[in-house]
């Protein structure tokens, strides 16, 4: 009877020990709840001390997870195996999430510091009214290149990049959207093009760039130009400062022909389980103070007209980073282009990836 006692406090123990392992995964895999938020979003988009700060001032433990991709982040909320609280997808993925029934409608009323976001970021086609999501950080795509290097040579154009003595100069962002638009765009054409014909050729122009093509990376983009690894890179605004920040011989310009202009959105996915705290956390960083902050420690431009006043008169004044969206016709927001469209341009992308020497 003794034996048969200890076997089952050994199980009872044995469940116990298995239970707290899971639940500290769980946790870790975005399962929260209770007095914890769950932030899902970009690698090193977000200053750690705001969220040490948040902790603080909310008592809600933050967890934060990281994704490379808006697919990749669209895919693991769509599954429903992880619960996130607060997410932050780019313009296109909005529209595709709120398609797909994966977001929650935002309170309003939670949400005080909306007031300080520049009128036009706001209602934007992807999201009418803002029902689902509020603007984060916003930004362009463009060209990085080092006039040093170049021989003072100044970049205005996407054409200038095929020119035979860039040989071996140029690193490009690993971005289907960005890649194929810059293609594009070079042609004539809209980066959000869907016309075979009009992608193929785009593809076959992309080819005759890979001569050109020292490498096609991550985010490991930014020390390699800083260090001049390369005299030229595609890359988005924000990364673009970050990079002129560490090397003032490098410049930023959005070429003529056009480019991308995007938007991050902080938003609450569908199987949120702390929905007063995501509304916290983005009131939080929708504070002016914070979002400066936040903006001064990232890089990229903040949509909170308010938060302006509290940034560095170098960074709230350069109009490489802040430009006159009036004038900026020649910029476009990535649509949705459906799946089987995006699929189209990943497949593309990935059969000029697979020329990389």
Do not use: C
């Amino acid at each position: 009877m003794k034996r048969l006692v200890q076997g089952f406090a050994a199980v009872f123990i044995a469940a116990f020990v298995l239970m707290f392992i899971t639940h500290r995964l769980s946790e870790a895999e975005g399962y929260g709840g209770g007095k914890t938020v769950t932030v899902y979003n970009w690698g090193d988009y977000i200053d750690p001390a705001l969220i040490r700060e948040f902790e603080k001032e909310t008592g809600w433990k933050v967890i934060y997870q990281t994704f490379d991709s808006n697919e990749a982040m669209m895919a693991k909320i769509a599954q429903g195996g992880a619960t996130f609280d607060v997410a932050v997808p780019s313009d296109y993925a909005i529209s595709k999430m709120i398609e797909e029934n994966l977001l929650l409608p935002l309170d309003h009323d939670k949400l005080p510091n909306l007031q300080y976001i520049e009128p036009r970021f706001l209602n934007l086609p992807f999201d009418p009214h803002n029902r689902y999501s509020v603007p984060y950080f916003w930004g362009t795509v463009g060209i990085v290149y080092n006039r040093e290097m170049l021989g003072g040579k100044t970049i205005t154009s996407w054409n200038d990049l095929w020119e035979p003595s860039l040989r071996n100069q140029i690193l490009l962002v690993d971005g289907a959207r960005e890649v194929m638009g810059m293609a594009l765009n070079s042609l004539g054409y809209s980066l959000n093009d869907t016309n075979k014909a009009h992608l193929q050729e785009a593809k076959r122009k992309l080819d005759r760039l890979m001569p050109n093509v020292k490498a096609i990376v991550g985010d490991e983009i930014k020390l390699l130009l800083a260090n001049e690894e390369a005299a030229i890179g595609v890359v988005w605004s924000g990364d673009a400062a970050e990079i002129i920040a560490e090397n003032d011989k490098l410049d930023y310009v959005v070429p003529k022909e056009g480019s991308n202009l995007w938007f991050d959105n902080m938003v609450i996915p569908k199987t949120a389980k702390n929905i007063e705290g995501a509304h916290a956390f983005i009131n939080f960083m929708l504070d002016p103070k914070h979002a400066a902050q936040n903006a001064e420690y990232v890089g990229y431009s903040t949509p909170n007209k308010k938060a302006l006043a509290y940034l560095p008169k170098d960074i709230a004044g350069d109009r490489r980073f802040y430009p006159d969206l009036d004038s900026a016709g020649h910029l476009e927001v990535y649509e949705n282009l459906g799946k089987h469209m995006l699929a189209y341009y990943n497949e593309l992308f990935l059969q000029f990836k697979m020329q990389q020497k």
